[in-house]
């Protein structure tokens, strides 16, 4: 039982670690940052983040169903997980229409010639990673909260 929580919580927390990251260091970067460099730097961010975030926020969802089978559904740490597991799910409801597929776009372009509307691509994009990472932050503390009750 301590090795499934310990992997949870170790997922849980790289999922939402990584959307964090990606907000208070990256997107605010990125914002700031003139047509050429933001496409060469989202470009090589994609090629690092999409690869692993999809694991560790499915990861994270698959973990919190574990632990509420786990702990019992229809306990305090059973509810709290499934919640967790659903805040992770919205993660990837809002993030799949909106920043992955402008993940894939901005793949496309050209660094030396981004087109016209890049600004606003960006700006939608850093909007929705925000939604998106204010419901890992909810969904990490469900967890944390459904192992901390456990124990009482």
């Not at 970067?29 to 692993?52: G, I, K, W």
Request: glycine content about 6%; aromatic content about 10%.
């Amino acid at each position: 039982m301590y090795a499934l929580e310990l992997i949870v919580t170790l997922v849980a927390a790289l999922a939402t670690g990584g959307l964090m990251v990606n907000w208070t260091g990256l997107a605010r970067a990125m914002a700031r940052l003139s047509a050429p460099t933001y496409v060469e730097l989202h470009q090589n961010t994609n090629r690092t983040f999409d690869p692993y975030m999809p694991i560790v926020v499915v990861g994270a969802i698959l973990g919190g169903i574990l632990l509420a089978i786990t702990f019992g559904i229809h306990t305090l740490s059973g509810k709290l997980s499934i919640a967790g597991a659903a805040c992770y799910a919205a993660v990837i409801a809002i993030g799949v229409p909106t920043c992955v597929r402008i993940n894939k776009q901005v793949a496309r372009w050209r660094v030396e010639n981004p087109p016209a509307e890049w600004a606003a691509v960006r700006a939608r994009w850093i909007r929705f990673h925000i939604i998106r990472t204010l419901f890992s932050a909810p969904a990490f503390a469900s967890y944390v909260a459904a192992l901390i009750l456990r124990r009482t």
